[in-house]
């Protein structure tokens, strides 16, 4: 945590805003793209190994048109799938700044291995035969490509996931009980099974609606391709009302409130639309329904992006609060210095003093009556000749005396403190000398 | 029309579904979530803003098994003249003066106490801060509970801080 607390400022409130809806961004970006790889690419091995079994071409083709769909170019994958990454590392780093776990340890590492995986994954996707001649070293690559991105993601997601569970902070420095936990298998699960959702949707969408592609021409091949989406969908639909279930019942207490679990139902409701067109899609001769459920299985990305930002806020509550007072407090001090040269040229004010004691002090003192602090008379006299000590008691009381309650700081300007001291001193010295007690 | 069957399957699946995750949601509103208290009080105020000790209000915190709340005495040592326009203040006088005790919900409470020996005494005499038990509750405006109180909780700190595991520590 050192490199975070010594150089990253404490965020301000408007900052911890913006680090709210950065992070939902970031997610936004980054999870859809990297479920689509995931999907993808556990698909076109499966249509690869198929295809190897039997020779069929349709299944090459379809190993191919996968690979390609989700990794057109190093320009998409650097921008979804590789800049969130260190995104995702300076947030957390700023919001959990100043607490126990550390951001050098899980975090990077598993973002590191996601941008890794990248490089086989790439690798598979041009080594691919759309004429069906693959070989074992291609299925290797793509093979080891997934299990990289795979194990990358796991790391992250159990990294972030944690974060939520204040309690379990002190394991950061054990990675591998970080990182066993329910909450975090769950999580992961329901990153797996979106992703086969979005990859169908994409199957429908990119392959069918998507303006930029050639048509396809080959009929057979186009409704197969077509049932195959929309089944993958139909089938992850079904189960991630399933595994978010279990994700909710093992997030901690801390994290939750109200709204998590109305987010966590809005995504149902959503979810049940996709259902819909899926089923539709399905029944239907022709590809339909492709962009509309595309965008559905965003929002549940987005929902869930924001269900996540939102636990994350409950479960730091406290550590955002102090980050803020911290903020607040150098704020302060900047303002206490600046005070206190304007009040090195003031010149101390007497009756501004009276008017502070009986707007301010007056709740607590009276000069000859105990109140709920002490009667100043009797607690003045050691003041006598040591206004600076008065001056700096009133600043920042400390307790003295067991019989009262300690004193709370009035938290005035320096220039109002040290009038109502030179007062204060003033009204003793008045009472020593002369014989009548003063009238307040 | 058989091939329609399954959206009203689907429907009632995912209602289900829903009505589970909203009852999740009902239960922890209902015994999860930080209580309401019969008074505002902020720890964020008294203990951030006027800078008063824990230990001012909870005396017996390093005497004996339990913390204590202070009484309403105890808040009108100061509250008899201080911020006596706030609402909250005055509904906080109006116990004081028909002398009614204030009934504040406990926030913190380990499952099965009967079965389980814990003292607050002896974990603040080794040092313990209240924070690595409750969290920073100075930053609390209404006061909620951090750790989970469970036995695996317990066990981790008396491993990290090497004080006894034996089961008969904590259970006679």
């Not at chain 1, 607590?364 to 040591?386: F, I, S, W």
């Not at chain 1, 007062?423 to 002369?434: I, M, R």
């Not at chain 2, 005499?125 to 930053?139: L, Q, S």
Request: include cysteine.
């Amino acid at each position: 945590m050192e490199f975070f607390s010594q150089y990253v400022i404490p965020p301000t409130r408007g900052q911890l805003e913006l680090l709210r809806y950065l992070l939902v961004l970031t997610y936004a970006i980054h999870l859809p793209f990297v479920g689509m790889v995931i999907g993808a690419t556990l698909l076109s091995l499966a249509f690869n190994a198929r295809d190897r079994d039997i020779a069929n071409p349709t299944f090459a083709r379809m190993s191919k048109d996968l690979m390609d769909m989700v990794l057109p170019n190093r320009v998409v994958v650097l921008v979804f799938g590789v800049l969130p990454l260190p995104a995702l590392w300076m947030i957390y780093g700023q919001w959990l700044s100043k607490s126990t776990v550390s951001m050098f340890t899980l975090l990077p590492i598993g973002a590191l291995v996601v941008a890794l995986s990248f490089v086989p994954l790439m690798a598979y996707r041009s080594s691919l035969d759309p004429a069906g001649r693959n070989s074992q070293v291609n299925f290797g690559l793509g093979g080891i490509g997934l299990a990289t991105l795979l194990l990358g993601m796991y790391i992250l997601i159990g990294a972030v996931v944690r974060f939520q569970d204040p309690e379990r902070w002190h394991l950061a420095h054990d990675g591998f009980r970080w990182l066993l936990s329910f909450n975090v298998i769950w999580k992961f699960g329901h990153l797996l099974l979106s992703g086969l959702a979005i990859t169908g949707c994409g199957i429908l969408f990119f392959f069918f609606n998507w303006s930029g592609r050639e048509p396809i021409r080959d009929a057979k091949y186009a409704q197969f391709m077509k049932n195959f989406g929309a089944s993958v969908l139909l089938a992850t639909v079904i189960l991630i009302p399933v595994i978010g279930f279990f994700y909710l019942i093992t997030t901690p207490t801390i994290a939750l409130s109200g709204a998590v679990y109305v987010l966590a139902a809005a995504t149902l409701v959503i979810l049940f639309l996709v259902f819909l067109l899926a089923y539709g899609a399905i029944l239907s001769p022709r590809p339909r329904f492709g962009a509309r459920a595309f965008i559905l299985v965003l929002a549940v990305f987005l929902l869930t992006g924001v269900g996540d930002q939102l636990t994350l806020v409950n479960a730091t509550q406290e550590h955002s609060a102090a980050l803020l007072t911290e903020a607040d407090e150098i704020k302060a001090q900047i303002e206490l210095e600046r005070e206190a040269h304007r009040a090195a040229s003031q010149v101390v004010d007497v009756a501004r003093g009276e008017e502070v004691f009986k707007t301010v002090c007056m709740t607590c003192h009276r000069m000859d009556e105990r109140l709920v602090g002490p009667p100043l008379k009797t607690v003045l006299p050691k003041y006598a000749g040591n206004v600076d000590g008065l001056i700096s008691f009133i600043q920042k009381p400390e307790k003295v005396n067991p019989e009262y309650p300690p004193m709370p700081a009035p938290g005035l300007p320096l220039a109002d403190i040290k009038s109502v001291a030179a007062y204060l001193l003033g009204e003793v010295d008045d009472a020593g000398t002369s014989t009548e007690s003063p009238q307040h | 029309m058989k091939k329609f069957l399954p959206i009203p399957a689907a429907f009632g699946y995912f209602t289900v579904f829903v009505l589970i995750y909203l009852a999740l949601g009902y239960d922890w509103y209902r015994n999860k979530q930080a209580p309401d208290q019969p008074i505002a009080f902020s720890h964020k105020i008294h203990v951030g803003r006027v800078g008063l000790d824990c230990r001012f209000c909870h005396e017996t915190v390093d005497k004996s098994t339990y913390a204590g709340i202070p009484s309403v005495q105890k808040c009108m040592s100061c509250h008899a003249n201080v911020a006596t326009d706030r609402p909250e203040v005055q509904k906080l006088a109006g116990y004081w003066e028909r002398q009614e005790a204030m009934e504040w919900n406990r926030v913190h409470r380990i499952r099965i106490r009967n079965h389980v020996y814990f003292s607050h005494k002896s974990h603040i005499r080794a040092g313990i801060d209240c924070a690595d038990c409750h969290g920073e509750v100075r930053y609390m405006d209404k006061v909620r509970q951090v750790s989970s109180l469970e036995m695996g909780w317990c066990v981790s700190c008396h491993q990290s801080k090497n004080a006894s595991t034996d089961c008969l520590t904590c259970h006679m």
